[in-house]
């Protein structure tokens, strides 16, 4: 049977260890997505399914796609979407569809009530807020609903609908 003293000293001896253990062991304090190629996924969706998807084009110097995908999506809709972080930390992500349901489109603008329509680029898009972003949507007359959404501001928006035009199929 130790002593209280025996015990402290080796609490002491263990704590001393830990605390040097967690000074030499670096932290991360920041974590930031991969790049991904979202062109290259656009170009595959277009090629296999002969939608017209489209593509913010160019894509401003310092922006990186962090996620890009063709996939089912609610109410198992196929669907091609990516998201982009700017250098300021906005984030920017496209949704489309073709035959997009009710559920979809509630899906894709975070459940957000329309809150009126704008004309950017020709199109008249629905505008929908909600508590963390800025949405707007648009269906065009072949049936593709566009969802583009942003933390920045409204104009972030108008200037990043510009940018999308069809993207060109995979080679």
Request: hydrophobic share 40%; glycine share 10%.
């Amino acid at each position: 049977m130790g002593s209280l003293a025996n015990m402290g000293r080796s609490l002491f001896v263990i704590l001393v260890l830990v605390g040097g253990l967690v000074a030499i062991v670096p932290r991360v304090s920041e974590v930031r997505q991969p790049a991904v190629d979202a062109a290259a996924v656009v170009g595959y969706a277009v090629k296999s399914t002969g939608t017209p998807f489209w593509f913010p084009s160019p894509v401003p110097d310092g922006w990186v796609a962090t996620n890009a995908r063709y996939a089912g999506s609610t109410d198992s809709v196929p669907t091609w979407q990516a998201g982009w972080t700017t250098p300021d930390d906005r984030y920017f992500s496209l949704a489309q569809a073709k035959d997009a349901t009710s559920g979809w489109l509630a899906s894709a603008t975070n459940k957000a009530k329309a809150t009126g329509s704008t004309q950017i680029a020709g199109r008249t898009w629905t505008t929908y807020v909600d508590d963390r972003k800025q949405a707007i949507m648009s269906s065009a007359s072949d049936g593709l609903t566009t969802v583009v959404a942003t933390t920045g501001s409204m104009e972030d928006l108008s200037g990043f609908v510009t940018r999308l035009g069809p993207a060109q199929p995979s080679g």
